[in-house]
Structure formats: C-alpha cells, structure tokens
C-alpha cells in the first residue's frame, strides 16, 4: 500500500495536488494554519492512495512525499 506524507510547514495552500490527485483524496484543511498561515493540504482516504505520486511531482514546493 502507498504511503503519502505531506509536510504541513512546507505548503502554501496553493492547492494544486488537489487538482492532480485522480483519487481525489487531498483537499485543503479547513481547520489547521501552518507556521506561515496557509490552510496544509491533506489526505481525506490514505487508503485510496495509488501511489502515483503526481501529487508529489505537482507540489512546486517539494512538500509531498509517496513511498509505495
Ligand atoms: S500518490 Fe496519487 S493517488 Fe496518492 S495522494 Fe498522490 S496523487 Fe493522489
Ligand atoms: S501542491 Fe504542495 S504547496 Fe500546493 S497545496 Fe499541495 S502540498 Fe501544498
């Protein structure tokens, strides 16, 4: 199973994983602000995950790591 880890004080909320997940299984925190005050991405179903890592290869920075 893959595991998807994203780094919350990485990301700036841009949102672009969420677009490119053909699992649709990251989405913006309505609930947490990271260190700079961007709502993180986060994963709704880990169980879903394909381990495609285009989240990953979307994020411009660098903040979501796959390991299949
Ligand atoms: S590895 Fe693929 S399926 Fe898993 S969260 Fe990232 S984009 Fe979605
Ligand atoms: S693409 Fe990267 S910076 Fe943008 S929301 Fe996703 S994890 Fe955060």
Redesign the pocket.
């Known amino acids: 199973m893959a595991k998807t880890t994203?780094n919350a004080d990485?990301?700036?909320?841009?949102?672009?994983?969420?677009t490119v997940c053909p699992k649709k299984i990251?989405q913006?925190s309505k609930t947490v602000l990271n260190a700079k005050g961007y709502n993180?991405?986060e994963i709704i179903d880990m169980d879903s995950c394909i381990g495609c890592a285009m989240?990953a290869k979307?994020?411009?920075?660098c903040?979501?790591t796959v390991e299949k």
């Open positions: 994203i990485r990301c700036k909320g841009c949102g672009l994983c969420t990251l913006l993180p991405a989240c979307t994020c411009p920075d903040a979501i």
